[in-house]
């Protein structure tokens, strides 16, 4: 598929009669809501859910905190920024003029599990920032496992499937928390699909996310109580193609702050991560190659992948 990873429109909106898909994980009919976010991760790669079970107070309160850090004083935010010496992808990031990717400042930290957790990249101040990180974290954990379980029954597996394929307890958790301030230039963050599994967003109520779909970019609605989910690379991977890894971007606005809180789920790094044995065979043959987490990131990063 041809993408002009700078393309800076979307469709007149007379045009586009195709919404990114809302699902309602309170329904009662659990092969109802199976087909609807099959369905969704089949066509688009992308969809939002509600009544989840993450309180909305609890998603207000991590936005307010997130505000309130980067609002801070550079001085205050610098003292979460990683030693000069180290190799961590954790911590506070400013843009760099000079190797300009993404048009934001970023704060990103392991969330789960424990032992992933380095507490010197966790604010410090706003004051309640890992009581309420902490509560989110395990509301996300239980959001996550449900939409694996989801996915997993509709590919014919075990609820369990896809969680095992990607490391079971071991299962890495990265929060990212995005800060766009308001800017003249279109593209936040250029198109890209993630090298992770899954990955679970919030945003602020400024819009700005959109996803690629039928050669057209859509925006992704703002939905105060909502998640937006996004098929990532390695559910792509272990569907064996079956479920889509969505392209995406996030454009700026003019006159006001942008933030999302994006949590990224990854396997291990060391683990191998491919077409799940039981969803190939001699008429559908594995479409991807079996890589170490670590690996794949190293190939795609360098365009070194051979699928």
Not at 3 to 30: A, C, F, G, H, M
Not at 146 to 162: D, F, M, V
Not at 184 to 196: F, N, Q, T, W
Request: proline share 7%; with cysteine.
């Amino acid at each position: 598929m041809n993408v002009k990873r700078d393309q800076q429109y979307t469709s007149p909106p007379s045009l586009l009669t195709e919404t990114i898909p809302i699902i309602d994980l309170s329904d009662p009919n659990d092969e109802l809501v199976t087909h609807k976010l099959v369905k969704a991760s089949e066509e688009w790669g992308v969809f939002q859910v509600v009544n989840h079970g993450i309180p909305v107070y609890l998603m207000q309160q991590l936005r307010e905190l997130g505000r309130q850090f980067f609002e801070l004083p550079e001085s205050e935010k610098e003292s979460v920024t990683r030693p000069a010496d180290s190799q961590d992808i954790e911590g506070y990031f400013t843009k760099n003029p000079k190797h300009l990717k993404a048009w934001n400042d970023h704060l990103i930290h392991n969330l789960w599990p424990p032992s992933s957790i380095n507490y010197r990249y966790w604010p410090k101040n706003p004051v309640d920032y890992r009581k309420v990180t902490e509560e989110y974290t395990r509301n996300v954990t239980k959001l996550t496992d449900k939409i694996l379980g989801y996915l997993s029954k509709g590919l014919g597996l075990r609820r369990e499937a896809l969680k095992e394929g990607l490391g079971g307890d071991k299962i890495l958790y990265l929060m990212r928390i995005n800060y766009y301030p308001p800017s003249d230039s279109v593209i936040g963050a250029p198109a890209h699909a993630d090298l992770c599994a899954l990955t679970l967003i919030i945003s602020n109520e400024v819009p700005g996310l959109q996803v690629f779909k039928g050669d057209h970019w859509f925006d992704v609605e703002y939905i105060s109580s909502a998640i937006v989910v996004l098929i990532s690379d390695q559910i792509m991977r272990m569907s064996n193609g079956r479920y889509k890894s969505v392209l995406h971007r996030s454009v700026m606005n003019k006159e006001k702050t942008r933030m999302s809180w994006p949590v990224l789920i990854e396997p291990d790094h060391d683990l191998v991560v491919g077409p799940l044995p039981d969803l190939t065979g001699e008429e559908n043959p594995p479409k991807f190659e079996s890589l170490a987490f670590e690996d794949y990131v190293h190939r795609k990063l360098n365009k070194l992948l051979r699928d």
